[in-house]
């Protein structure tokens, strides 16, 4: 539908600014996850696997891993992602990062 792909396409360009490590922390504080939690929500395979690699992405910023440590948010990813292996290994790879 044109609403998924939209979702996508701007995940896909918020994925592009999480592959730079100098925008990661501003990526993050501009409200990012609730936007990651809206996504995995939706009925839209790519786009949950888009979000679950943004997540993984900003989890290598030191200070993402601060507050993501004393979120929830990362057992309610855990709990969206577990119906496709390529979002729990993305999740995975996050909580991993996070408790480096």
């Known amino acids: ?10 995940l896909t360009t918020l994925r592009g600014f999480a592959s730079s490590a100098s925008d990661r922390r501003m990526v993050f504080e501009e409200g990012t996850l609730s936007v990651l939690s809206l996504a ?24 993402n891993k601060s ?14 992602a577990e119906d496709d292996d390529y979002c729990t290994k993305q999740i995975c790879r996050a909580v991993g990062n996070v408790c480096e």
């Open 1 to 10: 539908s044109g609403v998924s792909e939209d979702m996508l396409a701007a």
């Open 40 to 63: 995995m929500t939706s009925g839209c395979i790519e786009c949950k696997r888009e979000s679950a690699s943004i997540l993984a992405l900003l989890s290598l910023n030191e200070e």
């Open 67 to 80: 507050d993501l440590a004393r979120s929830n948010d990362m057992k309610d990813f855990l709990v969206l």
